[in-house]
């Protein structure tokens, strides 16, 4: 099995926001930048198909240099080789930019699965999975928990609201994956000392045959005009110091003819 | 040009879904700013039955695509479906709820459509002939707000973030014609295992009560899935509640669970870890119980109990029964 992980960088899911002066990104110094929590899950599920039925895991980013040490993480934990799609023109692309830079890269070797997170947590669109697959011309599953592939074929179930859609499809197909596929494994310091020795490839816009005007700012539909802290709730109402009875007939009362909501 | 707005109506077993008319509702509204016709498009089996339900929330058309292969939901159908229904009607905005069903289409039809797409949004505001949708993004911890570029361009609008409102039309029905062949349907929905008990998806329910780590172990859920029935909505719990293993995932509210934004939001027993105000910030009003007055919980909170929970669910559920004089 030829297996593609599609992995993003991102801000540490407990680092705290701040905005830049310009209003429309934030700052950058002193965030902790980590592999996108659901993309570990994809890269744990590649491992694990590759371990059984053996094959090559081929982990691919797009990001500027420091999106590198992404790449080296997934080496670490077992990826045979990463892909660094890196080019200035590629800077401020938005989910249909980087869905063009990625199905480009992946397009040059024929996989037989591709795996994504679901979502990249801080743009939390979940676009770039389904978004490949159809540029690639593949079918996917997205929001998968739980992937079985044999003869050529995967059984996926997808969450959706209240219960779980079974899924089966031809490969080569997209997956994206949520919390519960399975428990990402972490990098043991063997693992780590031997990602150093891995290839780590650097692609460019004109290795990929692109037009700068397709990708980046420049290709971007998804325009961020603004970028706000959101408004604060305001002082609420807490009961304290009463009986059990009392605050929880006073919370109906204010639920019921202040909030409105009952 | 008019700005036509295009709304996709989910339906599952026969229902029209609640976030649908949220969706439409929105649409009308920024229809109507836009000086512009509003469709509602319906993708299914049987489903031009449903088409009555609609004209409530103001569509000037429906769209109906009906074929044996859009029984079930399977993306590349409902894709090709739904590109062709906005080029054939040279529709600007296409708006899906983002539901499970609403984000994987999106996400696909855009890539079909070279589109832009604003994933979960929670606001749209149309200025001088432009649209501008604002999203939550970094967990929650800021706004971004997003002009789409291009024609057309998508958005997928947050499940109870846009109030239903009421818009009588007497909407003209069009029939869509579909060439499916069967053959470009690879990825097949081949069933679905609903969750164990019947009960309302803590992603839908316009209340939600859960529960955290306070809760202790899998029994005392008990406590919360009372208050939840009697108040009719549904059971969520924190990432500490599911991650301990004492209800399952499907009941986790926050970043690498679900995100809510229910009318009332109950959190019991839950401190407010950043990565669970992630998923319920957005709700209209929140509640918190909680022992610890510190607890950052209360911070977001419109309303708090500092007590004891085991004390207070139980005259609390007991409370709202009488209240509901159930």
Redesign the interface.
């Known amino acids: 099995m030829k297996i593609a992980v599609c992995v993003k960088q991102v801000p540490d899911t407990e680092t705290k926001i701040r905005i830049r002066a310009d209003g429309r990104s934030i700052e950058e110094a002193g965030v902790n930048f980590v592999v996108s929590p659901y993309d570990e899950y994809a890269v744990e599920e590649a491992l694990r198909l590759k371990e059984k039925q053996g094959g090559e895991v081929v982990a691919f980013t797009v990001g500027d240099e420091r999106a590198a040490t992404a790449l080296r993480t997934v080496l670490a934990m077992g990826a045979d080789r990463g892909v660094h799609l890196k080019d200035p023109a590629f800077e401020g692309s938005d989910a249909l930019g980087i869905s063009r830079i990625l199905a480009a890269a992946l397009k040059k070797t024929s996989f037989d699965l591709i795996l994504f997170g679901k979502q990249a947590v801080g743009t939390d669109q979940g676009q770039v999975g389904p978004r490949v697959a159809e540029l690639l011309d593949l079918p996917h599953v997205s929001v998968v928990v739980s992937l079985a592939v044999e003869a050529g074929r995967l059984t996926a179930e997808r969450e959706i609201e209240g219960a779980l859609e079974i899924v089966e499809s031809p490969l080569p197909a997209v997956i994206t994956a949520q919390k519960g596929l399975n428990e990402p494994r972490y990098a043991s310091l063997k693992g780590i000392l031997a990602a150093k020795k891995k290839e780590i490839l650097t692609v460019t816009l004109a290795d990929l045959g692109l037009e700068a005007s397709s990708v980046g700012a420049a290709g971007a539909r998804e325009i961020w005009e603004k970028l706000e802290v959101p408004p604060s709730r305001g002082a609420g109402k807490i009961l304290k110091d009463m009986e059990p009875a009392a605050a929880a007939r006073e919370l109906v009362r204010l639920l019921r003819e202040e909030a409105k909501v009952l | 040009m008019p700005k036509d707005v295009l709304v996709f109506v989910e339906s599952r077993a026969g229902q029209v879904k609640r976030p649908s008319l949220q969706a439409l509702s929105e649409g009308r509204r920024v229809a109507d700013a836009l000086g512009a016709k509003l469709r509602a498009l319906l993708i299914g089996s049987q489903v031009e039955a449903l088409a009555s339900e609609l004209a409530a929330h103001g569509p000037d058309s429906v769209l109906i695509a009906e074929h044996p292969l859009l029984a079930h939901?399977q993306?590349?159908a409902f894709?090709a479906v739904l590109a062709e229904a906005v080029r054939t009607t040279a529709s600007e905005y296409a708006f899906l709820s983002a539901?499970?069903?609403g984000?994987?289409l999106?996400?696909?039809a855009?890539?079909?459509l070279?589109?832009?797409?604003?994933?979960?949004c929670t606001h749209a505001e149309v200025t001088a002939g432009e649209l501008?949708v604002k999203?939550?993004?970094?967990?929650?911890?800021?706004?971004?707000?997003?002009?789409?570029?291009?024609s057309p361009?998508l958005a997928t609008l947050r499940p109870n973030a846009f109030p239903l409102a009421a818009a009588p039309r007497t909407p003209s029905i069009e029939k869509l014609s579909l060439d499916l062949p069967e053959s470009r349907i690879?990825?097949?929905?081949?069933?679905?295992?609903?969750?164990e008990a019947a009960?309302?998806?803590v992603?839908?329910a316009a209340?939600v009560v859960s529960g955290g780590r306070a809760m202790k172990g899998p029994e005392n859920f008990a406590l919360i899935r009372s208050l939840a029935e009697a108040?009719g909505g549904a059971m969520g719990a924190s990432r500490a509640a599911v991650d301990a293993g004492w209800v399952g995932?499907?009941y986790?509210v926050g970043?690498?669970?679900k995100v809510v934004s229910p009318?009332?939001y109950i959190a019991c027993g839950i401190s407010g870890a950043?990565?669970h105000l992630?998923g319920m910030?957005t709700s209209?009003?929140?509640?918190?119980i909680n022992k610890d007055?510190e607890a950052p919980i209360?911070k977001?909170?419109?309303?708090?109990?500092?007590?004891?929970l085991y004390?207070?669910l139980p005259?609390?559920t007991?409370?709202?029964r009488r209240?509901k004089g159930q």
Do not use: N, W
């Open positions: 939901y993306a590349e894709t539901t499970a069903m984000r994987d999106a996400a696909r855009a890539a079909r070279e589109a832009g797409l604003a994933s979960d501008r999203r939550p993004v970094y967990s929650g911890k800021a706004v971004a707000t997003v002009r789409l570029a291009g361009s690879r990825a097949r929905t081949t069933g679905i295992k609903a969750s009960e309302i998806d992603a839908e209340i108040l995932h499907q986790q970043q690498t669970g009318m009332l950043i990565q992630a910030s209209k009003v929140i509640v918190a007055a209360f977001l909170a419109d309303y708090g109990i500092v007590g004891d004390e207070i005259k609390l007991e409370e709202v209240m």
